[in-house]
C-alpha cells in the first residue's frame, strides 16, 4: 500500500481540475442565482429564501448519505473516482435546466424552481462529496495533503474567477437582439450551457488523471451505526464542523449581497484617475469587484501552505479568518463614491478569507486520521460528506436570510429601494458577514489536532497499516 507518496504535478493538476469544475457552478450558485430567480426569473425574495431553506437542507441531509454509499462501493476504479465519470454529464445537463427561464405562470415557476434546484444539488453532491473524500485516498503524507487542498482551492478559485469574468459578458453575448436590448433568459440559459460543457470534461479529466492509493484496514467492517456513533463523538469533526458552517456564512453573505450592493447602492460611478475620468456601470463594477474578490482569494490559497508551515493549520486558520472578519465589518462605514477603498478592502479580505479554505480541507483529512487511530475507521466518505454538509448549512443560512431580510425590508426587483432597505443590503455584506467569521473563529480555538498531535497519529497509523 502507497501509504506516504508524493504527488506528481500532473496528478495535483488534474485533482484540481474537478474543483475549478465544481466552483464554477457554486459561484453561479452563490453569486448569480438568488439575482437570477428575483430580477430574471421573476420569483419573490421571501419565496427563494424559503426554497433555499427547504431544498439546502434536504441537500445537506443527502451528502453523508453519498458519503456512506462511497465507503461501501468498490470499483476497479476505486470508491470515488467512478462517480466523476457517471455524473459528468447530468451535472452539465441539470445545471442548463436551473438557469433556463420557461414561460411559465407565477405558481409553475415556483414549482420549476424547487423541482429543476433539488435536481441540481442533489448531482452536486454525487459529484463532489467522492470528489471531496477522493484526497484522502490519494496519500497519507501531511505536506501533501496541504498541497493537494491548495491545488483543489486554486482549481476552485480559478473556476470561480473565470466565472465572474466571464458570465455577465456571456449572458449580455448571448442575450443581445435586434432591438439592442438584452433578454437574460435566453443569456444566462446559453452561458450555463458553455459552464456546463466545460465542467462535465473537466470532471472527466479529475478521473482519468487520479490515484486511488490507501485502502481502509481489513479488519474493518462496515457498519453504519458505528460510523455514525463515531462521528458524533468525533470532538475535532464537531468544532471544524461549527467552524465550517460559520465561516461559509460568512461568504454567502457576501457572495449573494454584491450584485445587489452595486446595482441598488454604488450603482454606476464616475471615477477620475490621473487627471482623466472613467465612468464605470454598475455591471462593471461588480464583475470587477466579484473577479477581484476570487482572484485576490487565489493569492489567500498560495500562501496558506507556507503560513500553515510556520505556524500551524489552526493558527493560521485563526487568524485569516479573524481579520477577514473585521475587515468586512469596516466595510460598513464605505461611501458609493470610495471605490479606491472599497476594491482596497476588497483585496485584503478577499486574501485573509482565500487562506482558510485550503488548511480546512486539510484538516479534515487530518480527522480522517484520527478516526480511523482512535476507532480503528476511517470512515473517509462519511467525514468528507459530512464537511460537505456544513459547507451546505452555512450556504442554506446565509442564502436564506438574504431573501428573508430582502423580502422582510420591502425589496422589490428592477426598482428604487428605500432607505432601509439599502441599509440592510449593506449590513449583510458587512456587518452580519464579519459576525459570522468571528464565531467561526471563535469555534477554531477550540480545535486540538495541531501539528505535533498529528505527527505522533501518523506515526502510530504507519505502525498499525503495517
Known amino acids: 500500500m502507497e501509504s506516504n507518496v508524493t504527488i506528481g504535478l500532473n496528478e495535483k493538476i488534474a485533482y484540481g481540475a474537478g474543483d475549478f469544475a465544481s466552483s464554477m457552478f457554486w459561484k453561479l450558485f452563490s453569486m448569480f442565482l438568488l439575482f437570477f430567480y428575483t430580477d430574471v426569473f421573476g420569483i419573490s425574495a421571501a419565496t427563494v429564501g424559503t426554497m433555499f431553506l427547504v431544498t439546502r437542507i434536504w441537500d445537506a441531509a ?13 470499483t476497479r476504479w476505486g470508491k470515488f ?28 415557476k415556483v414549482v420549476y424552481a424547487y423541482i429543476t434546484y433539488s435536481l441540481m444539488m442533489m448531482v452536486y453532491t454525487g459529484v463532489n462529496v467522492p470528489y471531496a473524500s477522493l484526497m484522502a485516498v490519494m496519500t ?24 465572474t469574468l466571464t458570465a455577465n459578458y456571456l449572458v449580455d453575448f448571448f442575450g443581445s437582439n435586434s432591438t439592442n436590448s438584452i433578454d437574460y433568459g435566453k443569456g444566462y440559459q446559453y452561458a450555463i450551457i458553455i459552464f456546463g460543457v466545460l465542467a462535465a470534461l473537466l470532471f472527466i479529466v479529475t478521473f482519468l488523471g487520479t490515484k486511488e492509493r490507501l485502502e481502509p484496514p481489513k479488519e474493518e467492517k462496515s457498519s453504519l451505526t458505528v460510523d455514525i456513533v463515531n462521528l458524533i463523538k468525533n470532538g475535532p469533526w464537531l468544532i471544524l464542523l461549527g467552524a465550517a458552517v460559520f465561516n ?30 472613467y465612468n ?65 478592502l476588497n483585496i485584503l479580505i478577499g486574501i ?19 478516526s ?5 475507521k476511517r470512515s473517509t466518505g462519511l467525514i468528507f460528506s459530512s464537511s460537505s454538509m456544513s459547507q451546505k448549512f452555512g450556504w ?31 449590513l449583510m455584506i458587512s456587518v452580519f458577514a464579519g459576525v459570522a467569521g468571528i464565531i467561526a473563529a471563535t469555534f477554531v480555538m477550540l480545535y486540538k489536532l495541531d501539528e505535533p498531535s498529528m505527527k505522533k497519529i501518523q506515526c502510530d497509523l504507519n505502525s498499525m497499516r503495517k
Open 62 to 74: 443527502n451528502d453523508p448519505i453519498m458519503g456512506i454509499i462511497c465507503d461501501r462501493t468498490k
Open 396 to 426: 442554506t443560512i446565509g442564502g436564506a436570510l438574504t431573501g428573508w431580510i430582502l423580502s422582510y425590508l420591502g425589496f422589490e426587483a428592477n426598482a428604487e429601494q428605500t432607505e432601509s432597505t439599502v441599509m440592510g443590503i449593506r
Open 140 to 163: 497519507s503524507n501531511i505536506g501533501e495533503r496541504t498541497s493537494l487542498a491548495s491545488w483543489r482551492l486554486i482549481g476552485a478559485f480559478s473556476g470561480g474567477l473565470f466565472v
Open 372 to 376: 480511523e487511530w482512535k476507532n480503528g
Open 81 to 108: 473516482r467512478p462517480y466523476l465519470l457517471y455524473l459528468a454529464i447530468p451535472f452539465a445537463i441539470i445545471g442548463v435546466l436551473t438557469f433556463s427561464n420557461p414561460d411559465l405562470s407565477e405558481t409553475g
Open 352 to 370: 485573509s478569507a482565500g487562506i482558510v479554505m485550503p488548511l480546512l480541507w486539510a484538516m479534515y483529512a487530518d480527522i480522517a486520521d484520527y
Open 248 to 277: 461559509n456564512i460568512f461568504n454567502t453573505l457576501r457572495d449573494g449581497t454584491t450584485l445587489y450592493y452595486f446595482k441598488y447602492f454604488i450603482e454606476d460611478q464616475t471615477l477620475a484617475l490621473f487627471g482623466t475620468t
Open 280 to 344: 464605470f456601470s454598475h455591471d462593471v463594477l461588480a464583475s470587477a469587484y466579484l473577479s477581484v474578490w476570487v482572484g485576490t482569494n487565489i493569492i489567500g490559497v498560495i500562501l496558506a501552505k507556507p503560513l500553515a508551515f510556520r505556524i500551524g493549520k489552526k493558527k493560521a486558520f485563526f487568524y485569516s479568518i479573524l481579520v477577514s472578519s473585521i475587515l468586512s465589518i469596516a466595510f460598513y462605514f464605505l461611501e458609493p463614491h470610495q471605490l479606491i477603498a472599497i476594491f482596497g
